[in-house]
């Protein structure tokens, strides 16, 4: 067998769109083409957003194409000064270019859109056949067509006079060779275009859908009464405890903490059965929740918490928890944010750390003012919170009895948490005694418990399970955890768990991955109900911290953080965008948890809200590949399999040496 040759001409460059094509999953969902027709929908309602589109109309047509088309400024259809190319391509056939990265005031088309990463209709147009774009813009009808996946591209020509007439209609057929199935899901689109009618008062938002039969199928949306009244269609026949609260409010000129115009709007109540949530950051929603649903919480918790106190309402023995307040309530969210910061592409995640102190702020002093002018309502909601506070201290205290004879010594160095509810528990195994004094200081000491690690634990692959807590640091685990070692494919009594979570938290560095993996292996051959239940997390502290100064009284000094090379590059990047010079950041790299102090160590690494942290699981339906791969890499007798593999594989590994 010859070998694979590895020269200069390995390397392949992927230009234009053509990292889309080859890796669609990175860019946008490809279960059906619902995100890349958002991405069009999303720009509309930008338009409407800036207060120049008043209507929205989406037609989805029998051949699986979709039109969506509004009545704002139309996309821009003349030359881009520097790149010499018309606008309207550059929107549809590059990465990264869009009218939403400068948001300085007077500087941008967008100061509040979604659009962040700027590849959002490009990604649509190189994953259809075609994508017709006609803009009614100075009095003439533009069209440019788009073939190929944005690689064949037509010219701008002027089809006819619009007189004062403005606006952008797009027309896209997705290539069904990048979807699981190729036809767009029409009630993702009605939820889709519903929102947006909710969201943007006096927007008529229209969808028809082209029948074989006959007429068009057509639905509008309207919410005269906004929020509040969307929320009363999604509980349908629950009434809630206490009127619906909605308000909304916004950061002025003068705010010394936030930009002029960011704040949210909200409509929310109680109810006693379960009625869910939704929340949006810039139209865009947010399905998987993310900071600002964590400011929301914090700022109800805040506001109940004091008219309960002011009232004396809280029973003795009581102590009140943001889940007693917030397990009952539902509500509509609308934030805005300047620069908001998405979990991926899809945006189904919003992590912009800045928008829990942003939303918490924006909702805590006026929902308190409202809660003491409606003291009946307030009452009513403090009452069912308290109920709820009740009924989780009678059920820990059922977990309690169950594990009074022969409780094992917990480790001395073990910092326990203060509740006993075990989904909100937390236990964080830390390499190092000085990470440990750090995390102790960071930590929620309500949820979160700390158990420091001295060294490397021991590689426990091939450890008789009779002999595993001979090894102190194994002992101390086991005990802090409160559950026994057992084999994989048993059904194991997990009943004394005293933690929902076991947060893996080592250094960014070599030893660090090192430790995770000695720390995995226990788990995995040991402990792999913990895995297979969702227990078992790493933690993902950052490498690099970015100080970004102070860009007048409107936007205040920050503090950004970057997990990699890549993330730091990235945000250098948006920092030249918003008119930084290189040169002014002040770059410092973490050489450990150690180093960081506990603000730092909270708001990166350990706070729920802001920081990142991994799940750990088998993927289905590989536990042999699993056990293979961890018998070669962690097993004593398999040195020259190890050697073999390294010399096979080793150019894929990415090694910090």
């Known amino acids: 067998m010859t070998a694979k040759q590895y020269d200069e001409s390995s390397f392949r460059v992927l230009k234009g769109l053509e990292p889309v094509r080859e890796r669609p999953g990175m860019y946008t969902r490809t279960d059906s083409p619902a995100h890349i027709i958002q991405e069009v929908i999303d720009n509309a309602a930008d338009e409407a957003l800036a207060g120049f589109a008043k209507k929205i109309h989406v037609t989805l047509h029998l051949d699986g194409s979709v039109t969506v088309a509004d009545d704002g400024r139309g996309i821009p259809v003349g030359l881009h000064p520097e790149e010499g190319v018309p606008v309207v391509v550059l929107a549809y056939t590059r990465l990264h270019a869009g009218g939403k990265f400068d948001k300085r005031e007077g500087n941008s088309a967008y100061a509040f859109s979604g659009g962040l990463h700027g590849v959002g209709v490009a990604v649509t147009n190189a994953l259809s056949t075609r994508v017709e774009v006609e803009v009614k813009r100075e009095g003439k009808l533009h069209r440019i067509d788009f073939t190929n996946g944005g690689e064949q591209i037509g010219e701008v020509r002027v089809e006819g006079e619009c007189g004062r007439q403005t606006g952008t209609r797009v027309r896209v057929w997705p290539d069904a060779r990048y979807f699981d199935n190729p036809r767009v899901p029409v009630a993702e689109i009605e939820r889709l275009l519903r929102s947006k009618a909710v969201?943007?008062?006096?927007?008529?938002?229209?969808?028809?859908?082209e029948q074989a039969s006959g007429a068009a199928l057509t639905k509008t949306w309207s919410y005269p009464e906004g929020l509040a009244g969307y929320l009363k269609e999604v509980a349908g026949d629950f009434e809630p405890v206490a009127p619906i609260y909605t308000a909304e409010n916004y950061a002025g000129k003068d705010d010394a903490s936030f930009a002029p115009g960011e704040g949210a709007a909200w409509a929310i109540a109680w109810f006693e059965s379960a009625v869910p949530s939704e929340s949006y950051v810039n139209l865009i929603p947010t399905v998987a929740g993310g900071t600002h649903e964590s400011g929301l919480r914090a700022g109800v918790f805040e506001a109940i918490k004091s008219f309960i106190e002011h009232h004396a309402l809280l029973p003795r023995g009581v102590k009140l928890q943001q889940e007693d307040v917030c397990g009952r309530m539902s509500f509509v969210l609308s934030a805005r944010l300047l620069d908001p910061q998405f979990q991926g592409q899809v945006k189904e995640k919003l992590n912009s750390r800045e928008a829990v102190k942003l939303v918490s702020s924006q909702i805590r002093d006026p929902f308190e003012i409202w809660l003491n002018n409606h003291v009946e309502a307030g009452k009513a909601i403090a009452e069912l919170s308290i109920k709820q506070a009740l009924a989780r201290q009678k059920s820990a205290q059922k977990v309690e009895k169950k594990k009074t004879s022969g409780v094992a010594v917990l480790p001395g160095k073990l910092s326990d948490c203060e509740s006993e509810d075990i989904a909100e528990n937390e236990l964080f195994l830390v390499e190092g005694d000085s990470a440990g004094g750090s995390a102790k200081m960071a930590r929620d000491k309500e949820t979160q418990a700390i158990l420091p690690l001295r060294g490397k634990v021991q590689n426990a692959w091939e450890i008789d399970p009779d002999r595993l807590f001979a090894n102190a640091e194994i002992h101390d685990i086991a005990v802090a955890l409160g559950v026994d070692a057992h084999k994989a494919g048993s059904n194991p009594d997990l009943s004394g768990l005293r933690y929902g979570k076991v947060v893996i938290m080592s250094d960014a560095d070599v030893d660090g991955s090192h430790i995770q993996t000695l720390l995995l292996t226990l788990f995995f051959r040991h402990f792999p109900a913990l895995i297979a239940r969702g227990h078992v997390y790493i933690a993902q502290p950052p490498l690099?911290?970015?100080?970004?100064?102070?860009?007048?009284?409107?936007?205040?000094?920050?503090?950004?953080?970057?997990?990699?090379?890549?993330?730091?590059?990235?945000?250098?990047?948006r920092m030249q965008q918003e008119g930084f010079k290189l040169e002014q950041l002040e770059?410092?790299?973490?050489?450990?948890?150690?180093?960081?102090?506990?603000?730092?160590?909270?708001?990166?690494?350990?706070a729920p809200a802001t920081r990142r942290v991994l799940p750990v699981q088998v993927r289905p339906g590989a536990d042999e590949e699993t056990q293979r791969m961890f018998t070669l890499l962690m097993g004593k007798g398999e040195a020259s399999g190890r050697r073999a593999w390294m010399e096979d594989k080793g150019d894929t590994v990415e090694a910090d040496i």
């Not at 943007?200 to 859908?209: A, I, N, Y």
């Not at 205040?556 to 993330?567: F, N, Q, T, W």
């Open 544 to 573: 690099y911290r970015v100080d970004v100064p102070a860009q007048g009284k409107k936007r205040p000094a920050r503090r950004l953080y970057a997990l990699d090379d890549g993330e730091l590059a990235a945000i250098r990047d």
């Open 199 to 209: 969201l943007l008062s006096g927007v008529s938002v229209r969808l028809d859908t």
């Open 587 to 606: 770059i410092g790299r973490f050489k450990g948890l150690g180093e960081m102090n506990p603000d730092q160590l909270r708001e990166t690494t350990m």
